[in-house]
């Protein structure tokens, strides 16, 4: 576990991937928030979706604005791979990368597919800058290791929905 962490650390000691962080996090939460309570979510849910915005924003982050020598705009192209075995570290990170968001959305959401499609987007969005950027390796086993992790969060949360949710009681009305 000493490379995991190893890893991780490189890229949060980072103070671009804090900036970063902090202003997705504004951006996101704001709309995540007006979404939640214009469909009139429950406390829990609208709390659930600001913390689905900040693991999107941190995921974002250390991904798109670390620090890379030789960072220019120049596609640089996506290597191919076998999809999911998680052999190293960086695979480790990849899997878990998107998990918190799934399963902060999958509680607020409380759907499985648009969660998902958000994640293996967010997901795709950061592969094609890492290929263009040059700040990482666009690779497809990346893609599909973010988009497992995202299913996985996404399963998670909903089970935790259906556990601990709570839903306002429906409205009363006069017959």
């Not at 998107?98 to 499609?117: K, N």
């Not at 601990?164 to 009681?169: D, I, K, L």
Request: glycine share 12%; net charge positive; aromatic share 8%.
């Amino acid at each position: 576990m000493g490379d995991l962490g190893d890893v991780a650390w490189s890229i949060l000691r980072q103070p671009n991937v804090w900036l970063a962080f902090a202003l997705l996090c504004v951006g996101l939460m704001t709309q995540f928030s007006r979404y939640a309570k214009a469909a009139r979510w429950s406390r829990d849910r609208l709390y659930a979706a600001r913390v689905a915005a900040a693991a999107l924003s941190l995921a974002l982050a250390v991904t798109l604005a670390r620090a890379t020598p030789g960072l220019s705009v120049d596609w640089r192209g996506c290597g191919g791979g076998t999809g999911l075995p998680v052999d190293d570290a960086e695979a480790v990170l990849n899997v878990l990368l998107l998990v918190p968001w799934g399963i902060a959305a999958g509680y607020a959401w409380r759907r499985f597919w648009p969660v998902f499609a958000v994640g293996a987007a967010a997901s795709l969005l950061i592969e094609l800058v890492q290929g263009l950027l040059g700040n990482g390796t666009c690779h497809s086993d990346d893609l599909v290791r973010n988009a497992a992790g995202a299913a996985i969060g996404a399963g998670i949360g909903m089970v935790a929905a259906q556990v601990y949710g709570r839903e306002p009681p429906p409205p009363v009305t006069d017959r």
